[in-house]
């Protein structure tokens, strides 16, 4: 079993920033790829980034490229995600996942899911 937490979410204007965390305990950790989902009101979740477990291999949704950024810290057992230049299209709950094996972008393959964090970007 893997446990998530995520944190970091919160109120923020347009343009500005958010770093969101995904702490993980449980199995190790150092082996799980992992990934960012958001679920906005009234719309299906959706793939953000993700990354491998090495860290050299990441994935990054169109929505968001050139404004979001994926990265671990293996020791701290600890996925990031930096988050520039918000959007109020970017409102949702905050989700992070692991797998096993190799990094993907499909929701259905991770086995493990955090509870959410809630980001809110007004205009």
């Known amino acids: 079993q893997v446990q998530l937490v995520e944190s970091g979410g919160g109120l923020v204007q347009a343009g500005g920033s958010l770093r969101l965390s995904c702490a993980a305990s449980?199995?190790?950790?150092?082996?799980?790829?992992m990934g960012w989902f958001r679920q906005a009101p009234g719309k299906e979740r959706e793939f953000v980034a993700a990354?491998?477990?090495?860290?050299?291999?990441?994935f990054i949704a169109d929505s968001v490229k050139g404004r979001f950024t994926i990265s671990r810290d293996n020791p701290k057992n600890t996925v990031y995600l930096q988050m520039n230049s918000l959007k109020p299209e970017d409102t949702a709950v905050y989700y992070c996942a692991v797998k096993k094996g190799s990094v993907v972008t499909t929701e259905n393959l991770y086995d493990y899911w955090g509870q959410g964090t809630q980001v809110t970007v007004s205009s």
């Open positions: 990354i491998s477990w090495s860290g050299g291999s990441t």
């Open positions: 449980g199995r190790t950790f150092s082996k799980y790829a």
